[in-house]
T-cell receptor, first 114, second 115 residues
Framework: KAGVTQTPRYLIKTRGQQVTLSCSPISGHRSVSWYQQTPGQGLQFLFEYFSETQRNKGNFPGRFSGRQFSNSRSEMNVSTLELGDSALYLC?????????????FGPGTRLTVT | AQSVTQLDSQVPVFEEAPVELRCNYSSSVSVYLFWYVQYPNQGLQLLLKYLSGSTLVKGINGFEAEFNKSQTSFHLRKPSVHISDTAEYFCAVIPSSGGSYIPTFGRGTSLIVHP
């Protein structure tokens, strides 16, 4: 079974720009969650999509948004980038139905904002 | 709401020595418990989980953890570590009721194995 894939793996952007990150979940998984990982704040939950609907949301500003497509692939968008948005963005997929509660993580996208 | 505290941010240990990584949690409801590992430049990978049953849980790579409800702890142990165990380890909880499947993670413990 293919794992979770994220593209791109590395990204360098300038303050004020916007960025879109992509995540392809494990086949059959309907839930995709996004996390921001930084040395200072650790792993912080951004949002979860289940069957194309945002089901849970973390405490991040509206500049962070996402969506999920009918094939469960998900995208995350950050508008008006700030230096503090530099982080590793992790995507995780799961069944989303409480079958095993395990989250399967992708390798992440390393975003650097200059 | 839940919270997870990993008591040590960094644990240095020599190869073949035993190790314990500590995790305590706080929750007003029962929880399921997890340990994940993150190797450099990779995502997180599940080591083991406790959903119900025996409080001693065995996972991959020789790791095990014990759920202690009275102490609200879920410490991770390995009797003999290898250099390849050097990684970041995360403890996480999910409430067992309420329909949320989103884990709350601790801040992580960096395990550094020296030769």
């Amino acid at each position: 079974k293919a794992g979770v894939t994220q593209t791109p793996r590395y990204l360098i952007k300038t303050r004020g720009q916007q960025v879109t990150l992509s995540c392809s979940p494990i086949s059959g998984h309907r839930s995709v969650s996004w996390y921001q990982q930084t040395p200072g704040q650790g792993l912080q939950f951004l949002f979860e999509y289940f069957s194309e609907t945002q089901r849970n949301k973390g405490n991040f500003p509206g500049r962070f948004s996402g969506r999920q497509f009918s094939n469960s692939r998900s995208e995350m968008n950050v508008s008006t980038l700030e230096l503090g948005d530099s982080a590793l963005y992790l995507c995780a997929s799961s069944t989303g139905t409480g079958v095993d509660y395990e989250q399967y993580f992708g390798p992440g996208t390393r975003l650097t904002v200059t | 709401a839940q919270s997870v505290t990993q008591l040590d941010s960094q644990v240095p240990v020599f190869e073949e020595a035993p190790v314990e990584l500590r995790c305590n949690y706080s929750s007003s409801v029962s929880v399921y418990l997890f340990w994940y590992v993150q190797y450099p430049n990779q995502g997180l990978q599940l080591l083991l989980k406790y959903l119900s049953g025996s409080t001693l849980v065995k996972g991959i790579n020789g790791f095990e953890a014990e759920f202690n409800k009275s102490q609200t702890s879920f410490h991770l142990r390995k009797p003999s570590v290898h250099i390849s165990d050097t990684a970041e380890y995360f403890c996480a909880v999910i409430p067992s009721s309420g329909g949320s499947y989103i884990p709350t993670f601790g801040r992580g413990t960096s395990l550094i194995v020296h030769p």
